[in-house]
Structures are given as structure tokens and as C-alpha cells.
């Protein structure tokens, strides 16, 4: 009897220890991805590490090309830097999208409204991140060439794309937000106050494009402000999804500790 009932105890001390089944097993992609969202937001924060030192304030809308040719030939060495290194951080705006979409989607199921929001967010990154980078490797494109035949063309033409671009890739990151925020409060796995910040920082960011409303100082101050409540909601999400991957390991790693 004795051996019968040692053998009765087993099963339940493996599978359920004294505090309950851990909430998600070891090595669950969950837990990475919760660290890749503020991994994401590190990455593309780093795009000013390139911005500040590097940048040069280009001639006014109404500049001859001659004076183009010389701004992007004396600056040649400076702007191809921030062009590459800004590029290469803004991928960091993609990472982050992927690991919120993982964890809304495990939360809410591959099926759901906020699955279909985080795909439609994800490929919304993708394209803004593309505009962006397409139009950072214009400049260097625009470096290399002056100096050359074609350069006062070409520089006038890139001015232009550039000045035109702008809203081009403001609009995509702001609709990015503007969805994944929606989908945050949808899924109700953040505090709210993180959705609502993104969505007021979308709708501000977004409603300051140029070409919608007609530059002006107003909607300067309007797209900063909206920039800024977008990064905070960015380093928000990162930060509480990693505590909270954090939360997870320790959970985990109490409850293989009673189970043995």
C-alpha cells in the first residue's frame, strides 16, 4: 500500500507544484518577443546617434541647383553617414512592430481582429521603413554625384523628391501607430494609458502631414508633439512588455524549483 501510494504522488507533484502551473513554459517565443519590442525601440532610437552629429541643414525650397550642387558636395562625407546609419536604425521600427504582434496575437488568437490590425501594422512599418530608407540613400545618391555633369540636374531633382517625401513617410509611421494602438486597446493585455498615448501621438503625428493641412510653424509644433508622444508610447510598450517577460522567467523558474 505503502509503494501504491508513492506512486499516486508522483504525477501530481511533477504537474502541479504548490503555486500552480507556470503561466508559460521555458523558451516560449512570447518571452523573446516581449524583449524584441524594447530591443526595437533601442534600435531606432539609435538613428540619432547618427542625426546629431551628422546632420546639415539643406538650402531653402527656392535654392538655384547651383547652390545644391555645392550644399551635397561640401557636405558629401556627412550625409552619406547619417543616411546610411539612419536607414539601418529605422529597421529597428519593424522589430519592434514583430514582437507586438506576437504577443497580441498569442493573447488574442491567430484569428482575431487584433491578429488581422497587427498583420495590417506590420506591413504598414515595412512600407514606411522602405520610404524612408529609399529616400535617405537619395542623398547619398545625390553626394556622390555632385561634382559631376549631371549633378545640377539630379540635385535639383532629389531636392525636391526629398521635399515631397517627407510627408510620404511621415504618414505611413503614423497610421503604423495609429493601428498597432488601436489593436493594444482591443486586446486589453497593456494598460490603457499606453494605447490611448500612441493613438493621441498617431493622430497628432498623422494630421501634421504638409501636404493635408499646408505647412506652417503651428503644425510643426503639432508633428513634434506628436512624434514625442509616439516614441513614449514606443519605450512604453518595450519597457512594460519586457518587465513583464521578466515577471514571466521568474515565475517559471519558482515553479521548476518546487516541481523538483
Do not use: C, K
Not at 184 to 199: I, N
Amino acid at each position: 500500500m505503502a509503494s501504491r501510494g508513492q506512486h499516486q504522488e508522483r504525477p501530481s507533484t511533477v504537474t502541479e507544484p504548490p503555486d500552480g502551473p507556470p503561466a508559460r513554459p521555458p523558451g516560449e517565443p512570447s518571452i523573446s518577443y516581449n524583449r524584441l519590442a524594447l530591443v526595437g525601440v533601442v534600435w531606432y532610437l539609435l538613428e540619432f546617434a547618427f542625426i546629431i552629429p551628422f546632420f546639415r541643414e539643406p538650402p531653402g525650397a527656392g535654392a538655384a541647383p547651383e547652390e545644391l550642387v555645392a550644399f551635397y558636395s561640401d557636405n558629401r562625407t556627412a550625409i552619406t553617414i547619417m543616411a546610411v546609419g539612419v536607414s539601418a536604425a529605422i529597421i529597428g521600427r519593424i522589430a519592434f512592430a514583430v514582437g507586438v504582434r506576437s504577443v497580441l496575437r498569442q493573447a488574442r488568437g491567430d484569428s482575431s481582429t487584433v491578429a488581422v490590425l497587427m498583420d495590417l501594422a506590420v506591413g504598414i512599418a515595412v512600407v514606411g521603413v522602405a520610404v524612408e530608407a529609399v529616400t535617405m540613400q537619395g542623398q547619398v545618391v545625390g553626394a556622390v554625384m555632385a561634382g559631376s555633369d549631371a549633378a545640377v540636374p539630379a540635385a535639383d531633382a532629389l531636392f525636391r523628391a526629398n521635399a515631397e517625401s517627407v510627408d510620404g513617410s511621415l504618414v505611413p509611421f503614423a497610421l503604423f501607430a495609429g493601428v498597432t494602438s488601436v489593436a493594444m486597446l482591443m486586446a486589453r493585455v497593456l494598460p490603457r494609458w499606453v494605447g490611448w498615448t500612441g493613438l493621441a501621438g498617431a493622430v497628432l503625428y498623422g494630421a501634421s502631414a504638409g501636404y493635408v493641412l499646408g505647412a506652417s510653424e503651428v503644425l510643426d509644433l503639432v508633428q513634434f508633439a506628436g512624434w514625442l508622444l509616439v516614441i513614449v508610447w514606443m519605450l512604453a510598450t518595450g519597457i512594460v512588455l519586457f518587465r513583464r517577460a521578466r515577471s514571466v522567467r521568474r515565475q517559471t523558474v519558482r515553479h521548476e524549483d518546487s516541481a523538483t
